[in-house]
């Protein structure tokens, strides 16, 4: 059975205004395993462009992940692992060997005293235990949006897992605000990404 984690609000593809190109790009690019980062200024239509790509790739994956970053959140520590693994923990909780179970379950719950330089490689073995358990049971869909607000301990686990999970179906879709055409922001999250990766860049309609 498929399982979407937080849907959204839905955004259909065929709504979509002069983006077909890209559209088709991004849609064949995770057609062929790999990972989609969609980049661009402010309110030029990223959010609406990754919904509508989750909204259609995400129907084949049998899991779907979801996280939004907001700038006022971002000094949360792991809020967006929170997000995206707090909901399969139970699931994937007995995959996982007991030092990185404890490490991950501090970091989610927030009550223990978790912190990436006491539990460091705990904590980033445990992430990419928990993504290879997910993937053992079908291709997994990764869905963040705002990367530039994604707290940093979230983007380090995330980028470290991502880099690492080559051969497995775990793909990324994420969206990032980057400011002027010649930006090359994006690059410090594209390194993130995992190596598969395309980049997106949405510029005016
Ligand atoms: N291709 C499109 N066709 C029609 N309307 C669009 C399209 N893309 C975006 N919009 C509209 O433009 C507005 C801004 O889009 P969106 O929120 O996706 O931008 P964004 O790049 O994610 O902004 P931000 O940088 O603030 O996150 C929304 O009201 C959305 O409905
Ligand atoms: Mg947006």
Same mark, same amino acid.
């Given at each position: 059975?498929?399982?979407?984690?937080?849907?959204?609000?839905?955004?259909?593809?065929?709504?979509?205004?002069?983006?077909?190109?890209?559209?088709?790009?991004?849609?064949?690019?995770?057609?062929?395993?790999?990972?989609?980062?969609?980049?661009?200024?402010?309110?030029?239509?990223?959010?609406?462009?990754?919904?509508?790509?989750?909204?259609? $790739?995400?129907?084949?994956?049998?899991?779907?992940?979801?996280?939004?970053?907001?700038?006022?959140?971002?000094?949360?520590?792991?809020?967006?692992?929170?997000?995206?693994?707090?909901?399969?923990?139970?699931?994937?909780?007995?995959?996982?060997?007991?030092?990185?179970?404890?490490?991950?379950?501090?970091?989610?719950?927030?009550?223990?005293?978790?912190?990436?330089?006491?539990?460091?490689?705990?904590?980033?073995?445990?992430?990419?235990?928990?993504?290879?358990?997910?993937?053992?049971?079908?291709?997994?869909?990764?869905?963040?949006?705002?990367?530039?607000?994604?707290?940093?301990?979230?983007?380090?686990?995330?980028?470290?897992?991502?880099?690492?999970?080559?051969?497995?179906?775990?793909?990324?879709?994420?969206?990032?605000?980057?400011?002027?055409?010649?930006?090359?922001? $994006?690059?410090?999250?594209?390194?993130?990404?995992?190596?598969?990766?395309?980049?997106?860049?949405?510029?005016?309609?």
């Amino acid at each position: 059975m498929r399982r979407d984690f937080q849907e959204p609000a839905r955004c259909r593809p065929d709504l979509l205004i002069g983006r077909e190109e890209l559209f088709a790009d991004a849609r064949e690019q995770l057609a062929s395993g790999g990972s989609v980062l969609v980049h661009g200024p402010a309110g030029i239509g990223k959010s609406t462009f990754l919904r509508a790509l989750a909204e259609e $790739y995400g129907a084949t994956a049998h899991t779907v992940l979801r996280c939004s970053a907001t700038e006022s959140e971002s000094h949360l520590p792991f809020l967006a692992l929170a997000d995206l693994l707090g909901l399969v923990l139970d699931e994937i909780a007995p995959h996982l060997p007991s030092a990185q179970l404890t490490a991950l379950e501090s970091a989610l719950t927030g009550r223990g005293e978790s912190s990436l330089q006491r539990d460091g490689l705990a904590l980033r073995l445990a992430v990419l235990s928990a993504l290879r358990a997910l993937a053992a049971r079908g291709p997994v869909l990764l869905v963040a949006d705002d990367l530039q607000w994604l707290d940093p301990a979230s983007a380090e686990l995330l980028g470290f897992a991502a880099r690492r999970l080559e051969g497995t179906p775990v793909q990324l879709l994420c969206a990032v605000r980057t400011e002027g055409p010649e930006s090359q922001e $994006y690059d410090r999250h594209l390194r993130a990404c995992p190596p598969d990766t395309a980049a997106v860049r949405l510029g005016p309609l």
